[in-house]
């Protein structure tokens, strides 16, 4: 099992920044790649990013390019989503989610572990 903690989460005005880390803890060595995910009131979960662990590489929602940096730092099993630009509509709950697919993609079903996620939200 794997256990993922989300933290970070909070309100921030339009145009402003938020880091949302994820801490993942227990069998970490079957964790291939990492993602965030969010879901906003009535709407689906979406992908946001995503990042293979082994490579580094990262993946983006067109949405969030260019505004969102997703990072991991492999010695302490932690994966950062830096938010900046942030816009009212990114306003959501934001899920961290570890799978076992490289390189990382921006389906939920590639992803078996979840986090309890954190709230984000931008005030226009």
């Known amino acids: 099992q794997v256990q993922l903690v989300e933290s970070g989460g909070g309100l921030v005005q339009a145009g402003g920044s938020l880091r949302v880390s994820c801490a993942a803890s227990g069998r970490t060595f079957s964790i291939y790649s990492m993602g965030w995910f969010r879901q906003a009131p009535g709407k689906e979960r979406e992908f946001v990013a995503g990042?293979?662990?082994?490579?580094?590489?990262?993946l983006y929602a067109d949405s969030v390019k260019g505004r969102f940096t997703i990072s991991r730092d492999s010695a302490k099993n932690t994966v950062d989503l830096q938010m900046n630009s942030l816009k009212p509509e990114d306003t959501a709950v934001y899920y961290c989610?570890?799978?076992?697919?490289?390189?990382?993609?921006?389906?939920?079903?590639?992803?078996?572990?979840w986090g309890q996620g954190t709230q984000v939200t931008v005030s226009s």
């Open positions: 990042i293979t662990w082994a490579s580094g590489r990262t």
């Open positions: 989610a570890a799978g076992g697919t490289i390189p990382a993609t921006p389906t939920s079903g590639d992803y078996r572990y």
